[in-house]
């Protein structure tokens, strides 16, 4: 009797595991995706919101959070030494006031030439309050690193930078080693040339086994183009690879920049896609288990319209908020290389 109840233990306890893999494993139905892009676009194109007064400075990559009632963003601003990192703020995501750096040029170190930041570990919660985890009394970001003068220029590598302040201009501390680099032992096929952006994320459920999850878009020697890939971490300091290949890649061109939101039970992916087709523009994929994405095959969620990002249309970051979906992104165009923002109600009116 004993044996037989065993038996059958084993056998519910393998069924709940068979479950769970399937659950996890499968595809977002086509219905599912459509209605998660019916929730996620933005028709209306308000216009720019973040230009450096000096046109000859470019500005990238938005990152946006909420911390005591106010609105925060880090960019990127390339002036052609490389890229720095900076904060502004706003009460109403529409008009922003730059606060200033809070990552710049150092000398004599692996990252001296370039810091493009990313702020970790903010909320993912679709609608939510958006705010940044304090985690072992210290903000975190990671960035993009190296010290070749240049666009984007040499060996790129991510590193991380802490800081106890969230939302002053002050400087955080990047005396750390690089967390991922193409020169990794470890590296792979798909991230052995060079590492781009990065975003961290909580996963509260630790779908992997970890509590922190990396996206990453790398290239390498013999994959000349940009993929998403994945890391994990158990505290934010030591990082891994996990996988063998990109969660996100086309083969060409660039697929780029991932930013996760949770709309209910499904983990979207926005990202930009580029030179698959011509142009840049934004995409999305969803998961389950956020390891294995089904990408969304209908019309591009931004593409170029407009004389301000007539060339390019990349490099999002969603929010929704009071009921509206607000898809900041990077517009290059006649305005040179800005941030905007398109709606989803016509906020011009």
């Known amino acids: 009797m004993k044996n037989f109840l065993l038996s059958v233990a084993t056998a519910v306890l393998l069924i709940g595991c068979n479950q769970r893999e399937t659950f996890l494993n499968k595809d977002v139905s086509p219905e599912k995706m459509e209605e998660i892009f019916n929730e996620i676009k933005t028709p209306f194109k308000y216009g720019i919101v973040v230009q450096h007064p000096d046109t000859t400075k470019m500005v990238d990559s938005p990152t946006i959070f909420r911390k005591n009632d106010i609105w925060y963003m880090t960019y990127i601003v390339f002036d052609g030494q490389g890229y720095e990192t900076w904060l502004s703020k706003s009460d109403d995501l529409l008009n922003w006031e730059s606060k200033g750096k809070i990552l710049s040029f150092t000398e004599n170190s692996w990252d001296a030439n370039q810091k493009a930041g990313y702020v970790s570990l903010i909320t993912i919660d679709w609608g939510g309050d958006y705010s940044v985890e304090n985690y072992l009394d210290n903000f975190w970001m990671t960035y993009l ?7 984007e220029a040499g060996t790129l590598k991510i590193g991380m ?8 201009a002050t400087v955080w501390n990047t005396t750390n080693a690089p967390l991922l680099s193409p020169e990794d032992e470890e590296a792979r096929w798909f991230d ?3 590492i781009y952006k990065s975003l961290v994320i909580r996963d509260s459920k630790e779908h992997i086994g970890y509590p922190f999850v990396m996206y990453y878009n790398a290239k390498g020697d013999t994959a000349d183009y940009e993929s998403i890939a994945m890391a994990v971490s158990n505290d934010m300091k030591t990082w891994k690879r996990y996988g063998e290949n990109p969660v996100i890649t086309r083969h060409e061109g660039i697929c780029g920049d991932a930013q996760i939101a ?3 039970d499904v983990y979207v992916m926005f990202y930009f896609g580029a030179f698959w087709k011509p142009g840049a523009f934004e995409r999305f994929a969803c998961s389950y288990d956020l390891i294995n994405w089904t990408d969304w095959k209908g019309e591009d ?5 407009e004389p301000y990002d007539e060339t390019y249309a990349h490099k999002p970051w969603v929010i929704k908020w009071n009921g509206v979906v607000y898809h900041f992104y990077n517009a290059v165009g006649k305005s040179g290389r800005v941030i905007a923002v398109a709606t989803s109600k016509d906020l011009k009116k």
């Open 145 to 151: 690193g190296g010290n070749t003068t240049g666009y």
């Open 161 to 168: 930078a802490t800081s106890t302040s969230l939302t002053e």
């Open 301 to 305: 969620l931004i593409a170029s319209s």
């Open 192 to 194: 052995n040339k060079t």
């Open 262 to 264: 949770k709309i209910g």
